[in-house]
């Protein structure tokens, strides 16, 4: 079941599906705006392994976003890009990132990439469960659970909200195989994975679920008492220069100051009442 764009009704509830991973830009496109912080966009590709890790293919995405000259991608440049994604499920569509400019870092060149670009797209984000089935994968003895999940968000380009969606897929693993339960029809939840693959015959991405996490009301627990400890670095082993290094850890008795009480607090101020001696 594809979605398809709504009318442009921006009372649509937005169902953010935030994507983050590296990101191999080839072309940057040219703007006729003279805004001194426009929509800019840049020509890039999501790389997956396929469903069942034989069908390699490399999407095309359109990343986008309000940047001035200073902020301008590279072609050729390798990105770890933290964005949101808005993909109609029509044919003639282009997929679209909008990335956040100040969180957008060049890691390496295309040349230099050390490692598989494939399947290390991630995504986490809101949906409406709306269809869910069962399909039978040759590598697994028990069913994959497949939820087909609505998402919405703000397009920048088309100024409307746009609806679409998305499928993930729960496999049987031991990790995995309780939590197929959670995926029912008509429920919120925001669920987290991997791009593997896209989906031609309903113009969708198909993902690979990690969790799932269900919306709920606040929740009251009590505080954590983990203690951060400070410590003064330099570098890094290969020699990044950094400040000082937050790390977790149990408090320790150095760490506590022992609490008095206001007389003796104005007694070691050398406030409050004296005490007359006494003779022996």
Known sequence: MAASNPSSNNKVKARTLN?????????VLATESTASYPLRDAYSSIVCKGLSG????????KVSAYANESSLLEADGVYVLKSRMVAPN????????????????????????KGSLANNT???????????????????????????????????????MIVFNVAYYVRPVRN???????FQVNREAVISGYIVDFDANNNRFMCDVTGINLTSGPESGKASTTAIKVEDTVQTPS?????????????????????????????ASGKGHKRVKKNP
């Not at 994507?19 to 072309?27: A, F, K």
């Not at 469960?129 to 920048?156: C, G, M, W």
């Open 176 to 182: 995995l195989l309780a939590i197929q339960t959670l």
């Open 122 to 160: 991630a995504v986490s984000g809101l949906g409406l469960i709306i269809d869910r089935f069962t399909i039978q994968e040759d590598v697994y003895d028990k069913p994959t659970l497949v939820a087909i999940v609505q998402h919405s968000d703000y397009d920048n380009a088309a100024r409307e």
């Open 19 to 27: 994507v983050s991973g590296p990101m191999d830009v080839y072309e």
């Open 239 to 267: 020699g990044r220069s950094r400040g000082k290094f937050f790390k977790k850890g149990k408090s320790t008795s150095n760490d506590k100051k022992q609490i008095e009480s206001p007389a003796e607090e104005a007694e």
């Open 90 to 113: 029509l044919e003639d569509s282009i997929l679209t990132l909008f990335y956040e400019v100040d969180h957008a870092m060049l890691v390496t060149t295309s040349k230099d990439v």
């Open 54 to 61: 034989d069908n390699p293919y490399e999407y095309q995405v």
